[in-house]
């Protein structure tokens, strides 16, 4: 990987040159480009990216790796242009929250001569663009990696380095697999997260219940500031994996509305098995990524071949 290329400069893209540069082996390069040439010129200027290319066709130029850290629905085209360009035996991986639908567009439209494995580092937050973007979004999270049975192991071990480089902690998944869980621990909350301000919004007391909003309704709706193409691309690509955990959250609403109108010791029961459940998880999980490392192995092996 002695350059990287990394089209698409915003919260994602820009992070990840942060924290490559930040820590770039001797000889690395990182390129960059965005079709927003503001948003290239400040990715330069932060230091996101050594150099802004001024084309797709330049910047995969001679690249080992190339990163699409795209909107989903910019992905697709923007394979099919530069597939032309990319170097004989390069890897191409991605960063969309969704994989199935991607691991068909890289099928279909990259050269035989690069290899494609697919990746979603598990970190963001409600802003976007190359200002909110940050060196260290990656320390000690997740970074899911979906390589087709077909990839070279020296490809997969690309990313690989990537997620390393970056901080995170690689994972693997197949493209179902991960879609399936990303709707759970992702997709479901920033439907959730939308729904409950828009519900707030439009109550004819909303002027009222603002002056009246804490910190609880603040972070429950995080996530409605968010990009709205990403949180739109989201849904339409991976809409039967939400749909089902939908589903399964309206159902759990239903139980929980079932315990209150029966003002029993079973609503008690569900909020001290949530609360215990919770702090447990931030003991063993998700609280140690937070501090930087994850104390647990992984629980899904790379990928075995003869």
Known sequence: MARVAILGLGLIGGSLGLALRGSVGKGQEVVGYDR????????????????????????????????IATPIGAIGPLMQEIAPHLPQRCVVTDTASVKGVVMEWAERALPQGAHFVGGHPMAGKERWGIDAAQGDLFQGRPYAIVAPPEAPDAAVEAVVALALQVGAHPLFLDA????????????????????????????????????????????????????????????RFNAEAILHWLDRMAAELARYRHLIEGEGDGLLAAFQEAQQERELFLSEGQGAWDKGHDPRPLTHDPPRRS
Do not use: Y
Request: net charge negative; charged share 25%.
């Open 176 to 235: 179902q697999d991960h879609d399936r869980l990303a709707a759970a621990v992702s997709h479901l909350p920033l439907v959730l997260s939308t729904a409950l301000f828009s519900l707030a919004h439009t109550s004819p007391s909303w002027e009222d219940l603002a002056r009246l909003a804490g910190p609880a309704f603040r972070d429950m709706t995080r996530l409605a500031s968010g990009n709205p193409e990403m949180s739109r691309d989201i849904c």
């Open 36 to 67: 927003d040439r503001e948003t290239a010129r400040k990715a330069q200027e932060r230091g996101a990216v050594e150099r802004a290319a001024p084309s797709l066709r330049e910047a995969v130029a001679e690249a080992g790796l190339v990163v």
